[in-house]
């Protein structure tokens, strides 16, 4: 047993040096929790949101081929239209996605519906049955391309 008395001020020093690392240390603990459950939740998001995106894709894909088989057996074009865009999941926190990316899908449901009014019109008004195809392409593409940044920014890839 140390002979030397504690005065008040020592421990209250020593009572408030324990509060402060107690403190400290939660705040640490309760960051890490809350920094791994972000980074599940921008996993779940990602890989859920380039799912939806690969099932558009394949049926842009589809569509595309489909056109192409019927011109090569009958030397016609058919009509197709250009699919509904994807739906993302409604249950995620996007705020977890980098802007960039977050406005580029934001705004893909805007260019799939404007696709389909310049294809309708370009087929329609100057008679290129092969807009819808061209529109359906470079969409699934798209698609292809912001599915992969999604996977390769958690590191599937």
């Not at 960051?31 to 380039?50: D, I, M, P």
């Not at 999941?89 to 960039?100: G, K, T």
Request: overall charge negative; aromatic content about 8%.
């Amino acid at each position: 047993m140390d002979p030397q008395i504690w005065t008040s001020k020592d421990i209250i020093t020593t009572v408030i040096a324990t509060g402060v690392i107690a403190a400290a240390a939660r705040e640490i603990i309760e960051w890490a929790k809350g920094s791994r459950r972000n980074a599940r939740e921008l996993s779940y998001l990602s890989v859920a949101t380039a799912a939806a995106l690969d099932g558009f894709a394949i049926v842009c894909r589809d569509l595309e081929e489909s056109m192409e088989a019927n011109y090569k057996q009958y030397r016609s074009v058919g009509s197709i239209s250009i699919p509904a865009p994807p739906e993302f999941p409604a249950d995620c926190d996007w705020r977890l996605v980098e802007a960039e990316l977050l406005n580029e899908l934001f705004s893909f449901a805007n260019k799939v519906r404007q696709a389909q009014s310049t294809a309708s019109f370009t087929s329609h008004f100057e008679g290129d049955r092969w807009s819808h195809v061209t529109a359906v392409k470079d969409l699934g593409g798209e698609a292809r391309a912001l599915a992969a940044r999604l996977r390769k920014d958690i590191g599937l890839f």
